[in-house]
């Protein structure tokens, strides 16, 4: 919402500096996001004479000005511009002048020879304009010596603050000036708007034309003639308003209703009499239907939208825009000034339909003052006499406006039971009665009656905030909160924990996070075992985004696609989010995702020096290890058994469990013919991991004996080479060796596998080196030789192999 300081005073009578005022706008929730004050840019440039304008003696093109700028002696000048001439006036800037549009502070200069003591400055360099072919030329009558900025009127701050979707009545700047007077920042200017009474009836026919129970669509329709009006451009005040908050002047009907859409919150529209044929019907749309928008675009209906139409078919989208067919242009002489009230939720969902987005919806969407819809015709007929001549009709009001009035009993004490503010009942009534409302009693308790334009009033804690930002949210005191004098329970749970650690673990290894979409289309939530009727959506944002996503993986793929398709091929992703596998609160489970493509390995990622390679399954088993390891859960007892969903690759993946029946995670190569459906391209790497089902690790007893993490003692390393039947997975040699001595053996490693001459084809060769850490002594070579002994037979126990000769 934007507007100018000049404009907000024709509502507020105040003192208060811009300063001020923006500061106070922030403090009651009205956050000043930007503030432009040109006058303030553009301070030090002036209104100058040019005395003599000469030919430069060393460059054909530039020319030596004697300038007086009103500030004593003449000042030369050395100037480029085509249009410098003697006689003429100009904007001068000084040494040591900011010039925005170059970006440079201007000093005193050489130019071939020539001292330059300033600058004539063009239109493109204050950023007025893009006119950078000549320096400013000004009337003959225009002040020398006097700023610029006044001058051009030039000097008015424009601020704008971001609207919260509650505030309906701060879409218009006198609701803005209501909330400052209200925080003691002057005094809101009365209305003045008496009833226009017209001299003649009106001569156009209206129906709401609505099924039973659709009444909510339009329940008030207000309609004027004003005939022999004269439209041309609107005065110069108004364009120049308009132009300030980024609004391009049309012409004095059109400016009328853009200026009290702004000033009151109240859209308007007019429509070309002589256009209109027949009724005017008010009616939801029929599929297929279409009409010109004013933005020169055609629109389709479905059948969802309200419109106003007349025998023509559709003349304009109810709440959103007008249409071309009906629009007022230099050749309007009679015109019907419309002011409606629309149904907000049948407004936002047009917009959305018909993608668009306008002022007018902007605030029908969040609700404009019912009561305002007459007096806004009013004063638009009043603007169009006044700038337009003409004759008004009487007003036709079909429907009628609905009756908003709500009592809501407020005890004043509920103010400090909220917040923790203390306001008296004085300042707490001031403050209401200040923002319309009105309270009807003089006990702890009274009545407090909502104005029309807030809708988002409805109970008592809505008066309590609107007491508080007023009277200042700086005003509550800071009390810490009691610690009770015990130990704090934890405040997060231990799969909130978890969460955090995931995004953490996997971010430390070099992926980048993304947050992708919950919804995917059917084709895909089948492809990855998804697409039960119960997670199809009831009202898809797209077609495309139909379905609930049973894993995070299709988000991911078509992220690294994308990334890829604009030059970043190597991509390593992450995702942490929910996953849906039914309509159950418990079918709702958070996973941990990890995607690589390409050469994005952990160790860096693309071209190198020292050889690059692509990323492979094991990469996204490391992946998902280490997020099992950040969790605390000890990695040596997850089981990899080969295998993995059906996206992956039947030969390259594997799955993450603990027990057939923990089946918590899977890793691995994307499987081809996904990718080829999903549109991606490349050999894609992956794991994903349900952190629900994740073990928690073992709670430590409290008083078990510290260990010390480092031993004074020389590890000892022995190599072993089991054959074993070619259907033993190597994770059970590793584990076989590790519980022969849990106490000795820190470390068992495969380093070796070998299938091949010398091997029965049915047989393989698994190496491992075992690392033995002392902690007491030097362990001896009889004790290192026991331990082997153990290794071995374990090993030959529980997997059936034989130690290779």
């Known amino acids: 919402m934007k507007f100018t300081l000049s404009w907000l005073k024709d509502h507020l009578d105040t003192e208060a500096d811009l300063a001020e005022i923006t500061e106070t706008l922030t403090r009651i929730g009205l956050e000043v996001e930007s503030l432009d004050d040109p006058g303030a840019r553009l301070k030090d440039f002036t209104v100058a004479y040019v005395i003599s304008a000469e030919q430069h003696p060393n460059a054909d093109r530039l020319r030596v000005c004697m300038v007086d700028t009103g500030a004593g002696e003449p000042v030369q000048v050395v100037c480029g511009a085509p249009n410098a001439r003697t006689g003429m006036k100009s904007v001068f800037s000084p040494p040591g002048t900011y010039i925005p549009g170059k970006n440079i502070t201007l000093g005193v200069g050489t130019i071939r020879g020539v001292e330059s003591r300033g600058m004539l400055c063009s239109a493109a360099e204050l950023e007025l304009s893009e006119d950078h072919d000549g320096i400013i030329d000004l009337p003959a009558d225009a002040p020398v010596g006097q700023r610029y900025a006044d001058y051009a009127g030039l000097s008015d701050p424009v601020i704008e603050i971001n609207l919260t979707p509650n505030r309906p009545d701060c879409t218009s700047i006198h609701g803005i000036a209501r909330d400052l007077a209200a925080a003691g920042l002057g005094k809101l200017k009365a209305e003045r708007e008496p009833p226009v009474k017209g001299s003649f009836p009106n001569p156009q026919a209206i129906e709401l034309r609505f099924a039973p129970g659709e009444e909510k669509y339009c329940p008030a329709f207000a309609l004027r003639l004003v005939r022999g009006v004269k439209n041309g451009a609107s005065p110069e005040w108004l364009q120049r308003r308009l132009t300030a908050i980024g ?53 389709g209906f479905t059948g969802n939208e309200t419109v106003i139409a007349d025998d023509n078919g559709v003349e304009s989208i109810a709440g959103v825009m007008g249409g071309e067919h009906s629009g007022c242009d230099e050749n309007t002489t009679d015109v019907l000034i419309e002011s409606a009230l629309w149904d907000p939720i049948d407004i936002a969902r047009t917009g959305r339909n018909l993608g668009i987005i306008t002022d007018a919806r902007y605030r029908f969407e969040r609700g404009v ?63 209401l009665e200040s923002l319309g409302f009105m309270v009807s009693g003089n006990g702890p308790v009274v009545k407090v009656v909502p104005p029309s334009w807030r809708p988002d009033v409805h109970g008592k804690a809505d008066l309590t905030e609107e007491i508080m930002r007023i009277a200042g949210v700086d005003r509550v005191l800071s009390v810490p909160l009691d610690r009770g004098g015990t130990v704090p329970k934890p405040v997060l749970t231990p799969l909130q924990k978890r969460t955090r650690i995931a995004r953490r673990a996997l971010a430390a290894r070099g992926l980048v996070e993304a947050v992708t979409w919950s919804f995917i289309s059917k084709a895909e939530a089948e492809m990855f075992g998804g697409g039960k009727p119960e997670l199809a959506l009831a009202n898809p944002i797209a077609a495309d985004l139909s379905d609930m996503r049973p894993t995070l993986l299709a988000g991911l793929i078509a992220a690294a696609q994308r990334n890829a398709d604009r030059g970043y091929g190597d991509v390593a992703l992450f995702e942490v989010g929910q996953v849906f596998s039914g309509d159950r609160p418990e079918d709702q489970k958070v996973a941990a995702a990890g995607l690589r493509r390409g050469l994005a390995k952990p160790e860096g990622i693309g071209r190198s020096w020292q050889g690059s390679a692509p990323a492979d399954l094991f990469d996204a088993k490391a992946d998902a290890l280490a997020v099992l390891s950040a969790a605390g859960l000890s990695t040596g007892a997850v089981q990899v058994v080969p295998g993995a969903p059906a996206w992956f690759h039947p030969g390259r993946s594997g799955t993450l469990q603990m027990g057939p029946q923990n089946v918590f995670g899977w890793f691995g190569e994307l499987h081809p013919a996904v990718l080829e459906a999903l549109g991606a391209k490349g050999t894609l790497v992956a794991f994903e991991l349900i952190l629900d089902k994740v073990p928690a690790p073992k709670a430590r007893p409290t008083r078990a004996k510290p260990q010390l993490s480092l031993s004074p003692f020389q590890p000892v390393s022995r190599d072993f080479a089991f054959l074993v039947d070619r259907k033993v997975r190597a994770a059970d040699i590793v584990r076989a060796a590790q519980g022969a001595d849990r106490q000795l053996i820190t470390d068992a490693t495969v380093f070796d596998v070998y299938e091949g001459k010398g091997i029965d084809p049915d047989r393989k060769s698994i190496a491992l080196a075992v690392t033995l850490q002392p902690r007491d002594k030097t362990l001896t070579e009889a004790e290192i030789e026991a331990v082997s002994g153990k290794v071995v037979a374990e090993v030959v126990k529980k997997t059936g192999g034989s130690l290779r000769a």
């Not at 015709?377 to 709500?406: H, K, N, Q, W, Y």
């Open 369 to 431: 003052d019912p009561n305002y819809t007459v007096p806004g015709a009013d004063l638009a007929t009043r603007m169009v006499i006044d700038f337009c001549g003409g004759e008004a009709s009487e007003l036709t009001l079909a429907g009628e406006i609905p009756d908003t009035d709500l009592i809501i009993n407020f005890p004043y004490a509920e103010t400090q039971r909220l917040t923790g503010l203390d306001v008296s009942e004085r300042e707490s009534k001031r403050i």
């Open 247 to 299: 609004l391009r002047p049309i012409n004095a009907l059109v400016d009328i209703t853009n200026y009290i859409t702004f000033d009151r919150g109240r859209p308007l529209h007019v429509f070309d009499a002589a256009k209109v044929k027949g009724k005017l019907v008010v009616r939801r749309s029929q599929a297929g239907e279409t009409v010109l928008g004013l933005d020169g675009r055609i629109y």
